[in-house]
């Protein structure tokens, strides 16, 4: 199955100063399948190491770690010759040995030549644990589940995902829209995390998907008390399984009191950013103004969760496969939380989105996604239902006069007067759209 992250690979194999990379990303995102796809295909060879199942290596990381040494080392203990440029040296679940980390520092600065890409499931948290970091001395990347476009390419629909993105901005012939709406339906029953991907073409299942998801979710669950300080596991728990909640509600402003009664900001603060730091969950701030940089006018104090992924959001708010398929009522579902995680996770994927906030008026207008390219703003509305009038949206180009304003629905695409509506499954385009 093609990730479109192979791309980005391939550019940072090519780059003059190419320093080792890092692959963020949550755990069961595909990050081992994908550096080992691409060291098949872009070099002669690939020398894998998990350090998780390799605890014999932390002594020969404790004591000279020159680039030159390391590669001496781990050639002898695989048996095969580390060639520059050849080779892909690939370090997984590398923050089991932090000491590797620190090596890259000295690979960026006397072996740039050899290739070293490094993952690891827990890598975020670890990251700000303490680790002695080589900062400014690697490159990185970072791996979300399945976007709809490479859901699509799953399914072997290369053509679809050509004619939408050839055709410009007119409206969509129905047989296309039908067909892409089917779709739509499908991934929001089973998201994009490559496992249940590919147990939906392998057998067209959707028990076995269902089954496929919760595994995962009970793998995080384990992860908890496996990795996380035992003070926070409750807390972690209580925190995770809040999330449908949160999102059920109509204003999805996150309240600590719906984690736990009397819960307070201090108490999960800690459990909070382990969460976010292992990619489970994502955070959109609130911003009180639109204007550049947002970053600047960000409420710290209010803001909505989301999750990693739709389809194990659906399976955690114990929406069946059935309700889903059932008509477009599905968008409309849940308060439309379904179709917002979608949207995110869609606008989450853009190059050249760095950070998604949402945006509230003093009084009661609030817009669901806002973002800013390098010298403009979008506000991004998200229609779930076939009632397009979108009053928050209005209230916000009054204010702010935006070049040009996003509604995400099931409506036609268009362009109004300075208003794009962008069909649901063809955000995947949005680049080419803005254009």
């Given at each position: 199955m093609k990730r479109l992250l192979m791309?980005?690979?391939?550019?940072?194999?090519?780059?003059?100063?190419?320093?080792p990379l890092i692959l963020k990303g949550a755990r069961q995102v595909g990050k081992t399948w994908l550096l080992n796809e691409f060291g098949k295909t872009a070099f002669d060879d690939v020398l894998y190491i998990n350090f998780e199942n390799a605890p014999g290596l932390k002594e020969?990381?404790?004591?000279?770690?020159s680039s030159q040494r390391i590669i001496d080392l781990l050639g002898a203990l695989h048996g095969k010759r580390v060639k520059p440029q050849k080779t892909l040296l690939i370090f997984d679940e590398v923050q089991e040995i932090p000491r590797a980390l620190t090596a890259l520092k000295y690979f960026a600065e006397t072996a740039p030549e050899y290739a070293i890409?490094?993952?690891?499931?827990?890598?975020?948290?670890?990251l700000h644990s303490g680790t002695s970091f080589p900062v400014g001395k690697v490159d990185f990347l970072a791996l979300q589940p399945f976007n709809f476009e490479e859901f699509l390419l799953a399914n072997g629909e290369e053509a679809l995902i050509e004619f939408v993105r050839s055709d410009g901005i007119r409206k969509i012939p129905k047989a296309v829209t039908d067909k892409l709406t089917d779709y739509?339906?499908?991934?929001?029953?089973?998201?994009?995390?490559?496992?249940a991907v590919a147990s939906w073409i392998d057998t067209r299942d959707f028990s076995e998907v269902e089954r496929r998801q919760l595994g995962m979710l009970e793998t995080y669950e384990n992860d908890f008390s496996k990795h996380a300080p035992k003070n926070i596991v409750p807390k972690l728990r209580y925190l995770w399984s809040s999330v449908p909640s949160q999102l059920a509600k109509e204003n999805k402003k996150f309240i600590y009191g719906l984690v736990r009664e009397g819960a307070r900001a201090r108490d999960y603060e800690e459990a909070m950013l382990w969460l976010l730091d292992s990619g489970l969950l994502r955070k959109v701030g609130r911003v009180t103004k639109a204007a550049v940089?947002?970053?600047?006018?960000?409420?710290?104090?209010?803001?909505?969760?989301?999750?990693?992924?739709?389809?194990?959001?659906?399976?955690?708010?114990?929406?069946?496969?059935?309700?889903?398929?059932d008509g477009i009522k599905v968008f409309e579902e849940f308060k439309g939380a379904l179709t917002e995680q979608y949207v995110l996770s869609e606008l989450a994927g853009k190059d050249f989105i760095r950070n998604i906030y949402y945006w509230?008026?003093?009084?009661?207008?609030?817009?669901?996604?806002?973002?800013?390219?390098?010298?403009?703003?979008?506000p991004v509305e998200v229609k779930a239902g076939e009632n397009l009038q979108a009053r928050s949206l209005r209230v916000y180009r009054e204010r702010y006069s935006p070049k040009l304003a996003i509604r995400a629905s099931l409506s036609d695409l268009r362009l109004e007067e300075g208003l794009l509506n962008i069909p649901l499954f063809?955000?995947?385009?949005?680049?080419?759209?803005?254009?």
């Open positions: 791309d980005d690979l391939v550019k940072w194999k090519n780059k003059k100063n190419r320093l020969s990381f404790d004591g000279d770690i890409c490094c993952a690891g499931s827990l890598l975020g948290v670890a739509l339906k499908l991934y929001f029953v089973i998201g994009g995390m490559p496992a940089p947002l970053k600047a006018y960000e409420d710290l104090k209010a803001f909505k969760l989301y999750h990693l992924d739709v389809g194990l959001l659906r399976v955690m708010s114990e929406l069946s496969p059935n309700a889903i398929l509230t008026s003093e009084a009661t207008a609030e817009v669901d996604f806002i973002f800013a390219d390098n010298k403009d703003i979008y063809a955000l995947f385009n949005l680049k080419n759209y803005l254009k």
